[in-house]
């Protein structure tokens, strides 16, 4: 079976059954020995209405929840973060984020992961916030989608979500070499969050955050800036070797197949070869107690 190209559900089910003894293998021996790798979800924008590549249906979204809530520790960035540093983790565990800051995810996604009392990192570019203008992309796609205002990100920081900063005009910092454009983004964008809410921002997430859009210069700087940590878009899994101040995410798709496809570990995904994330020598090494 050819399975470089993108699998409909029906297909990734079939794949996942196939596949389900190797798996099973690999759950069973980190359980024993409590070394599960972290997953770390990152949405766009939730809604029933133009829909868009960064868009999942608010329906898609529920079913993540109720399967997360089944099946998985749902935890904050910290947590992550804390045990990957003590080098346990005894549960299958997954953080969720969001990126950009669009003012529809306060009409069901936000307010679903509050009343579910579900741990989530919002991560805002501050400039569309402050002057109430779309992003460029949706402008491009004939789709001028409202940002989050002040008061709404007020409002998800005082009822739990953390509020994390995207930079302050989305834009490439891969492609930025200039120190002071560097220091705009990246601590101006804090400074703004943390103006706006009255609280210590400290988490960062790059725009696109493939490894081409991540530099050494602008890691520098996050943590310059006091952050705890920066989020990529790597599409990987957070190892408990690994440096905890970079955090590796996955996109949440829409439907469900593809979220749990990723998230019992296909090993596709986890025999991929990415910098400085597990290779398969690792991952063998790390479930061979």
């Not at 996942?16 to 003894?21: C, D, I, M, S």
């Not at 979220?259 to 991952?283: H, M, V």
Request: one cysteine or more.
């Amino acid at each position: 079976m050819d399975l470089s190209f993108p699998l409909n559900e029906g297909l990734l089910s079939l794949y996942r059954t196939v596949t389900l003894p190797g798996r099973e293998l690999l759950r069973w021996r980190w359980r024993r020995s409590q070394r599960f790798p972290l997953a770390i979800l990152f949405y766009h924008r939730v809604a029933d209405r133009h829909a868009n590549p960064w868009t999942i249906s608010t329906a898609d979204f529920a079913r993540h929840l109720d399967w997360l809530e089944t099946h998985f520790d749902i935890v904050s960035l910290e947590e992550v973060q804390q045990r990957i540093r003590r080098g346990i983790c005894p549960r299958p565990t997954v953080a969720i984020t969001f990126d950009d800051g669009y003012a529809e995810n306060c009409d069901f996604a936000l307010p679903e992961l509050i009343r579910r009392q579900i741990p989530a990192t919002y991560f805002v570019a501050t400039d569309f916030v402050a002057h109430g203008r779309p992003f460029p992309h949706d402008v491009a796609a004939g789709q001028p989608l409202p940002p989050n205002t002040i008061e709404q990100l007020r409002e998800l920081s005082d009822s739990g979500i953390t509020i994390g900063a995207h930079t302050r005009s989305h834009c490439d910092l891969g492609k930025v070499g200039d120190g002071k454009r560097l220091d705009r983004e990246i601590v101006g964008s804090k400074e703004d969050l943390e103006q706006w809410i009255g609280r210590a921002v400290q988490y960062f997430a790059f725009p696109y955050g493939r490894p081409a859009n991540v530099s050494q210069a602008a890691i520098d700087r996050i943590r310059s800036a006091g952050y705890a940590g920066f989020c990529s878009a790597f599409g990987a899994w957070n190892w408990l070797d690994a440096d905890p101040f970079h955090l590796r995410r996955i996109h949440g798709d829409p439907g469900l197949e593809r979220l749990k496809n990723w998230l019992t570990f296909d090993p596709r995904k986890l025999w991929q070869a990415e910098p400085d994330c597990g290779n398969r020598s690792r991952l063998l090494a790390g479930v061979a107690s």
